[in-house]
């Protein structure tokens, strides 16, 4: 499986963006799908990850009620929308494919992962 990451930027404290990833070569709507974040020095952070059907979901403590992820399996794509960002948000967000249909926030459980698409929050 390929994921291709796009959307990131650089916004203003406050602003919104949406992440989109596009995968291929897989049967995406057998796959659970995950963003992860890194920030420069940090690990690999867990953002969101959703179950093959988007019907359930999880979110990482520092992004409840702002972050929201979907799918859409006829597109083989996978959404990331970030509302009311902040600085400390700033980081490469990762997608990735796990080879299970559901869901896990543990970077160990993902099979396949994205090249990474940089967002940058000012303040």
């Known amino acids: 499986v390929q994921l291709q990451a796009s959307g990131g930027g650089l916004v203003q404290a406050g602003d919104s963006l949406r992440l989109s990833c596009a995968a291929s070569?897989?049967?995406?709507?057998?796959?659970?799908m995950g963003w992860f974040r890194q920030a420069p020095g940090n690990g690999r952070e867990f953002v969101a990850a959703?179950?093959?059907?988007?019907?359930?979901?999880v979110y990482g403590d520092s992004v409840k009620g702002r972050f929201a992820i979907s799918r859409d399996n006829a597109k083989n794509t996978v959404y990331l929308q970030m509302n009311s960002l902040k600085p400390e948000d700033t980081a490469v967000y990762y997608c990735?494919?796990?080879?299970?249909?559901?869901?896990?926030?543990?970077?160990?459980?993902?099979?396949?992962w994205g090249q990474g698409t940089q967002v940058t929050v000012s303040s």
């Open positions: 990735a494919a796990r080879n299970q249909a559901f869901s896990s926030s543990l970077v160990g459980d993902f099979n396949f």
């Open positions: 070569g897989g049967t995406f709507g057998a796959y659970a």
């Open positions: 959703c179950n093959w059907s988007g019907g359930n979901v």
